[in-house]
């Protein structure tokens, strides 16, 4: 059993902010994107509180730059954190990635390297997070479309590695991996196969375009048979794992993403007994476990 299981969610996107209110839908939790609501007051912030008293919710970013060679962002640390206390999470993700240098956001999120070197920046870096916000973090793989030569790993250790070296979680991404072993013909299932389950504490669900010989990852389609069929591994792998899916682009009605995860949960009814998977309460932020942390 997954002691952080917290059912089935979605991301809570502007074009369904009132129906959820009107209707409050069957979801689990929600999860929010942390930048959208790191402004103080507006209509934004008023539909986060009326949906949150009704929710659990998540936080994830898409700004940390974790590996980025630039110094962490202090502001934005310090936003962040102001967020989590209004909307204590039950946790809080980013990106394995770069995002900028010279205090340039490219707006993207852009692959590292597979090296030593690159591990130990990088996990540095999540502690130093960790270290602020008093809270460990959870770390999401991303889909990728270029390799480096200086790699020394695969994408799959490497980000082992830096998990357990900055002693964090993961946010594992179902569509990433299908994305980046279609772009760089590796096995998703030996991805899968050699991440730590007590590591993982969610998974991310969305579609992508298939241009034939590459794959973009852009949340802007339902997501299609190969990704059901690796997230039922990945349940066979894990067992029960908060799971939600995200849609960034082309936004359907709410009731077609609802839809779809009732996909996920008879595929995952189909391995785990849910039945017997307690689920994390609303309001208590996933346990730190650590002594460090207090």
Same mark, same amino acid.
């Given at each position: 059993?997954?002691?952080?299981?917290?059912?089935?969610?979605?991301?809570?996107?502007?074009?369904? +902010?009132?129906?959820?209110?009107?209707?409050?839908?069957?979801?689990?939790?929600?999860?929010?994107?942390?930048?959208?609501?790191?402004?103080?007051?507006?209509?934004?912030?008023?539909?986060?509180?009326?949906?949150?008293?009704?929710?659990?919710?998540?936080?994830?970013?898409?700004?940390?730059?974790?590996?980025?060679?630039?110094?962490?962002?202090?502001?934005?640390?310090?936003?962040?954190?102001?967020?989590?206390?209004?909307?204590?999470?039950?946790?809080?993700?980013?990106?394995?990635?770069?995002?900028? =240098?010279?205090?340039?956001?490219?707006?993207?999120?852009?692959?590292?390297?597979?090296?030593?070197?690159?591990?130990?920046?990088?996990?540095?870096?999540?502690?130093?997070?960790?270290?602020?916000?008093?809270?460990?973090?959870?770390?999401?793989?991303?889909?990728?479309?270029?390799?480096?030569?200086?790699?020394?790993?695969?994408?799959?250790?490497?980000?082992?590695?830096?998990?357990?070296?900055?002693?964090?979680?993961?946010?594992?991404?179902?569509?990433?991996?299908?994305?980046?072993?279609?772009?760089?013909?590796?096995?998703?299932?030996?991805?899968?196969?050699?991440?730590?389950?007590?590591?993982?504490?969610? +998974?991310?669900?969305?579609?992508?375009?298939?241009?034939?010989?590459?794959?973009?990852?852009?949340?802007?389609?339902?997501?299609?048979?190969? =990704?059901?069929?690796?997230?039922?591994?990945?349940?066979?792998?894990?067992?029960?794992?908060?799971?939600?899916?995200?849609?960034?682009?082309?936004?359907?009605?709410?009731?077609?993403?609802?839809?779809?995860?009732?996909?996920?949960?008879?595929?995952?009814?189909?391995?785990?007994?849910?039945?017997?998977?307690?689920?994390?309460?609303?309001?208590?932020?996933?346990?730190?476990?650590?002594?460090?942390?207090?």
């Amino acid at each position: 059993m997954n002691q952080h299981f917290l059912g089935f969610g979605l991301g809570l996107r502007t074009d369904h +902010f009132q129906e959820i209110i009107d209707t409050q839908p069957a979801v689990d939790w929600f999860e929010i994107i942390s930048e959208n609501f790191m402004v103080a007051g507006g209509k934004p912030t008023y539909y986060l509180h009326k949906i949150r008293e009704q929710y659990p919710m998540v936080m994830h970013g898409v700004s940390l730059s974790i590996g980025s060679t630039d110094p962490l962002n202090l502001d934005y640390l310090k936003k962040l954190k102001v967020l989590i206390n209004e909307v204590k999470p039950v946790w809080v993700s980013d990106h394995l990635c770069w995002t900028g =240098v010279n205090h340039t956001n490219s707006h993207d999120l852009l692959p590292l390297p597979y090296t030593q070197a690159a591990i130990d920046h990088v996990a540095t870096r999540i502690q130093q997070v960790q270290d602020f916000l008093g809270r460990q973090i959870l770390i999401e793989n991303v889909s990728s479309y270029l390799s480096y030569q200086d790699s020394e790993m695969p994408e799959w250790v490497f980000y082992q590695e830096v998990v357990t070296q900055a002693d964090c979680y993961m946010l594992l991404d179902i569509n990433n991996i299908y994305v980046s072993a279609r772009n760089h013909g590796f096995s998703a299932t030996d991805y899968l196969n050699y991440i730590d389950p007590q590591r993982v504490r969610q +998974f991310h669900l969305a579609g992508h375009t298939d241009y034939g010989d590459y794959v973009i990852d852009t949340h802007d389609h339902a997501i299609c048979d190969p =990704v059901w069929s690796l997230y039922q591994t990945a349940l066979h792998r894990f067992g029960a794992v908060s799971t939600m899916i995200e849609r960034d682009d082309h936004i359907p009605p709410l009731t077609e993403l609802l839809a779809e995860l009732s996909i996920a949960k008879h595929i995952a009814n189909d391995v785990v007994d849910l039945t017997i998977t307690e689920k994390t309460p609303a309001s208590e932020p996933m346990p730190i476990e650590t002594a460090f942390y207090g």
